[in-house]
């Protein structure tokens, strides 16, 4: 009986964090260790003991305690300190991609820009003054190459700055710079009611169409290209070049197809690609 009011007192201090409560039980914690033990052996020196034990037992609970809630306090403070480091170096991390980006654009892509507009120009003149076949062959094969120098300089400046999560006019965007880059046909449609998608779902889409014109432009350059968004219970993207021959196989290279599926597989979705009789086609499914 004189072990329990000991033990119930340090669970009240050690445990209980209601302040006037706890100390209540403390107080009768001691009266119990200490009337007790005096009414059976008449002993004033052993009902103090009893009571100065339970003051004791109760003194060392409440300095645990303190001391765990340092160390609790000192953790957050080490964990919110290690936030802050960590926070302070990715902006500068992101400062300098940024940096990286403008110049990027402003140099090469400017650059690779001119490059393309000249070609064009030239490549128009050889064919006004009957140039050779293969003159005016190699002249558009190196525009061609400017142009997707151009489009990869474009990815790696979005890529760096981390561009917020494009929508879906940017989704016609793309296919209106392949338009115009390309001189081919190309169209954009949208099927269904539109409503908000999650970022990651906008993210794939983007990239995905991306890529697929990335290929088109490499594989079958001025291919004229069908691009369409349906919603339904899933968005379903459609891409499909029609350059009019079925292609041999897939060429790879970069991301492919591989990248493609890969990205999808994040989300919760599935791609499909293969080549149609008058060209290829590119069909990714997310979850809306």
Known sequence: MIIVPFWVSRAAVRYYRAQPLEWIIVAISILGASVPLYLTT?????????????????????????????LEDLEVSLARKQAAIEEHERAAALAERARIARDVHDVLA??????????????LMLVRDGASPEAIEQVTR???????????????????????????????????????????AAEFEVDGEERELPGEALGT?????????????????GAPVRVRLTYGDLVRLTVEDQPGHRPERAA?????????????????GSLEAGPTSTGWRVELKVPA
């Not at 400017?146 to 940017?170: H, M, N, Q, S, W």
């Open 252 to 268: 790879a290279g970069g991301y492919g197809l591989l990248g493609m599926r890969e990205r999808a597989d994040l989300v919760g």
């Open 205 to 221: 889409l983007y990239r995905t169409l991306q890529e697929a014109l990335a290929n088109t432009r490499k594989h079958a350059p």
């Open 42 to 70: 008449r002993s004033l020196p052993g009902a103090f003991g009893a009571a100065f034990g339970v003051v004791a037992l109760t003194l060392a609970a409440v300095n645990r305690r303190t001391r765990e809630q340092q």
């Open 110 to 123: 400017h650059s690779l820009a001119g490059l393309s507009l000249s070609l064009q120009g030239a490549r």
């Open 142 to 184: 190196a525009q061609g190459l400017a142009a997707d120098g151009l489009a990869e300089a474009r990815r790696a400046v979005a890529a760096l700055r981390e561009d917020a999560v494009p929508d879906v006019r940017a989704l016609g965007d793309l296919v209106t710079a392949y338009r115009l880059e390309s001189g081919a």
